[in-house]
């Protein structure tokens, strides 16, 4: 399995502002996900954060509105800026490893955003 | 239609009990099937991946119809720490990795 840890892990905020919401691995993974889990609705795919190229946004999502890094295989970082009421919500990362079953996801504790 | 449709519930169910989670997927060329369980303000983890040929662990069983694009988990004498939302959870079709579409989730509470 993998420890993932993430930075703030909650935060309150004015509309208009940005927030970047750091990720950390034990180990080193190749696959990286962002997710966000608005309240009573399910996890949605943010994007994948490729190390050493841009990330790969799905519908609806663009890199304006939500910036990632990702300088190696242990770090990456969301950033959602210009922030306004609608963005408060959880935002997870996570990572994929290779297990005895096959592939599988472990996700981080999540960041719970406040945009007030 | 939703790529992924779960009853939300929630399910009461006393301890003992055993209850069953349907779920629908729309996209007939996902490979991949989960059942994830998050507990309340906790991230989702990984319960059980879901086989063709229907699989067991435990207490917990999991089937797949790729024919009606169900999946069913089922969980035998329930117990008071299998209180949790239980999340359906099916891969992108087509996709080189692991990008997953989730199920709102059906929420479990057993009861003493």
């Known amino acids: 399995s993998a420890v993932i840890s993430q930075k703030p892990s909650r935060d309150i905020c004015q509309r208009g502002t940005s927030l970047t919401i750091q990720c950390q691995v034990d180990?080193?993974?190749?696959?990286m996900f962002w997710y966000r889990q608005q309240p009573g609705q399910s996890l949605t795919l943010i994007a994948t954060?490729?190390?050493?190229?841009?990330?790969?946004?799905e519908s609806g999502f663009v890199i304006d509105k939500f910036p990632i890094s990702r300088p190696n295989l242990t770090f990456s970082t969301l950033t959602v800026s210009n922030m306004s009421p609608e963005d408060s919500s959880i935002y997870l990362c996570?990572?994929?490893?290779?297990?005895?079953?096959?592939?599988?996801?472990?996700f981080g504790p999540g960041t719970r955003l406040t945009v007030l | 239609r939703k790529e992924v449709e779960q009853d939300p519930g929630p399910f009461n169910v006393p301890e003992g009990a055993t209850v069953a989670f349907n779920c629908t997927y729309s996209?007939?060329?996902?490979?991949?099937f989960f059942w994830y369980r998050q507990d309340c303000r906790k991230e989702p983890k990984l319960l059980m991946s879901v086989y063709s040929s229907g699989n067991e662990d435990g207490r917990f069983t999991a089937q797949l119809n790729r024919a009606s694009q169900y999946i069913s988990l089922l969980i035998r004498d329930s117990k008071l720490s299998d209180s949790a939302t239980y999340l359906c959870v099916v891969n992108r079709a087509g996709a080189g990795s692991y990008q997953l579409t989730f199920g709102k989730g059906t929420k479990l509470s057993v009861i003493p």
């Open positions: 180990s080193q993974v190749t696959m």
């Open positions: 996209n007939s060329a996902s490979q991949s």
């Open positions: 996570s990572v994929e490893l290779l297990q005895a079953g096959g592939n599988e996801q472990f």
């Open positions: 954060a490729n190390q050493g190229s841009e990330a790969t946004y």
